[in-house]
């Protein structure tokens, strides 16, 4: 949203590029590295830093800061209020109560897709003998029928790569040519895996043929032993809003299960949400 010139605070602006300089790479900042995450300088960082810790989204031992729970209200106010999670939630627990697979709904933020819905987790396996491969335990899950835990520990407001990741590539999909052209140009792509497209050329025709068969399915691109398919949300306008997509094991996808029932899945429930998104 553009505004003019008079109405942005820059004292605002400044306070939430902190706040969102934390984050899996950097989880505790001092003022020096703050600073250099932001382009402040390390004085105003300081200031902010400290006023962010007043204000109780930071907490700190007196030289590192680190985010407090506070932070949390700003996700739990989006989820309770916000239409998209609300309307795809009951939608993404019955499809997982199908499939028992995991689901979930992203929607894009800038270089990242953002998981804003996901269906239960629960341990368990498709009666197969599977073991459930994000148990953090490394047990063997229950052999009764259930869901699947969503594969990595993959959470509310988690943030995934946009170029390696099924839901980010049906969201570019969506995207007009101008725009996803601006998008691409001069962009670097990180390699996260041995599979990652890394190259521009590669992902644009990539994201045509996206483009061309409206789903996307990525395998092990973002992490080993993920893999993954997606297709868009849209709404009655034909606006592409987000991205529905089924996590699942490398059995299943060597099974077939994709286009014979997870694909058909997916598509049955975008064109149910449609009236909802």
């Not at 063997?140 to 990741?165: D, I």
């Not at 644009?204 to 949300?233: F, K, M, N, W, Y």
């Amino acid at each position: 949203m553009a505004i003019e010139k008079s109405d942005f605070i820059e004292g605002m602006a400044k306070g939430m590029a902190v706040l969102e300089s934390f984050d899996t790479d950097r989880q505790r900042l001092n003022a020096t590295l703050a600073a250099q995450r932001t382009g402040l300088t390390r004085a105003a960082a300081r200031r902010h830093l400290l006023t962010l810790a007043h204000l109780g989204y930071l907490e700190s031992d007196g030289g590192y800061f680190w985010l407090s729970p506070k932070v949390l209200r700003f996700s739990g106010s989006y989820l309770a209020s916000a239409r998209l999670p609300r309307a795809v939630q009951p939608v993404l627990n019955r499809l997982a109560a199908q499939s028992r697979d995991a689901f979930s709904v992203a929607v894009l933020e800038g270089d990242a897709v953002v998981i804003v819905a996901r269906s239960v987790s629960l341990l368990a396996t498709h009666g197969d003998g599977d073991w459930d491969e994000s148990s953090s335990l490394g047990l063997p899950a229950p052999r009764a029928a259930g869901v699947r835990l969503l594969a990595h520990g993959l959470h509310l407001g988690a943030r995934l790569p946009v170029h390696a990741t099924s839901t980010g590539r049906v969201l570019l999909a969506a995207m007009p040519g101008p725009a996803f052209s601006a998008w691409l140009k001069g962009r670097v792509l990180p390699r996260l895996t041995p599979h990652t497209v890394t190259e521009a050329k590669v992902l644009r025709q990539t994201v045509a043929a996206v483009r061309q068969a409206d789903h996307c399915i990525a395998s092990e691109e973002h992490e080993l032993g993920v893999h993954a398919v997606a297709v868009p949300l849209r709404n009655m306008a034909g606006d592409t809003v987000a991205a529905l997509n089924a996590v699942l094991s490398h059995k299943r996808l060597q099974s077939g299960v994709v286009q014979r029932e997870l694909l058909p899945l997916l598509q049955d429930a975008a064109r149910e949400l449609r009236p909802l998104v």
